[in-house]
């Protein structure tokens, strides 16, 4: 099979796992109405998660075409500051797990899997989360957004959770639902499975060289069969 040697599987969170899209766009629209700054609906601000909390609130302000938030810091630093806020009160409030993610979860552990959450969501907001989920017993490694000098798409988180895992990059095996998931998996020679349901940033995954791409979590338990 072609991922056998494959023994410690690296989970990208949101889009993956979880659906976390009406908890950000409120958080994120909160923010923006508290600016007078126009807000979006949830399928444009769907496009913008996957790049860190920096980069959605930036794409937030961003929307509106008079403000280049690159150019004024003041702004977005108090925009990331209210977000920050927002998302810690709501972060719960409509987030649930694609279906069949627990079971598979589960069913993975039992055969022996080593498991690992590697996301660019700000890390002290995803242990609550998982734990509100009951996921959270899952994984061994958690790497957040802010835990490392760089985020996906570059390697390097990738390659941290396998060392923190003990395992080689040769035994890691990479489930995501972005370009950036995809490029930081090729970029660290690891293979990847890309879900189609999640939150893609626009460009389809089947474009951009994922080694497979499956419509619904629970296919990854055939993927790896042995
Ligand atoms: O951009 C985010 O905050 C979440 O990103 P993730 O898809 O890496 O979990
Ligand atoms: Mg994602």
Redesign the pocket.
């Known amino acids: 099979m072609r991922f056998r040697d494959r023994t410690h599987l690296l989970f990208?969170?949101?889009?993956?796992l979880i659906d976390s899209v009406p908890d950000l766009a409120k958080a994120l629209n909160a923010t923006l109405q508290e600016l007078g700054l126009p807000t979006y609906d949830e399928a444009t601000i769907r496009n913008w998660?996957?790049?860190?909390?920096a980069?959605?609130v930036k794409r937030g302000l961003a929307g509106n075409r008079q403000i280049d938030p690159e150019q004024d810091e003041a702004l977005f630093s108090e925009a990331m500051e209210r977000f920050l806020g927002h998302y810690e009160r709501v972060l719960n409030d409509a987030t649930g797990l694609y279906p069949g993610v627990a079971e598979t979860l589960d069913a993975l552990k039992d055969a022996g899997y080593t498991m690992a959450v590697v996301?660019?969501?700000?890390s002290q907001f995803v242990g609550p989360i998982l734990r509100n989920l009951s996921i959270d017993s899952f994984f061994d490694v958690i790497v957040g957004?802010e835990d490392l000098p760089r985020k996906?798409p570059d390697p390097l988180p990738l390659l941290h959770a396998c060392e923190r895992m003990g395992c080689g990059k040769d035994q890691a095996l990479m489930i995501?639902?972005?370009a950036?998931?995809i490029l930081a998996a090729q970029t660290a020679g690891i293979p990847v499975i890309a879900v189609s349901y999640g939150?893609d940033n626009g460009r389809s995954v089947r474009e951009l060289g994922a080694d497979e791409v499956i419509g619904e979590f629970t296919e990854i338990l055939k993927k790896l069969q042995r």
Request: hydrophobic share 20%; no cysteine.
């Open positions: 990208d969170l949101d889009g993956t998660i996957g790049n860190g909390a980069m959605l996301t660019n969501k700000p957004g996906k995501g639902d972005s950036n998931d939150y």
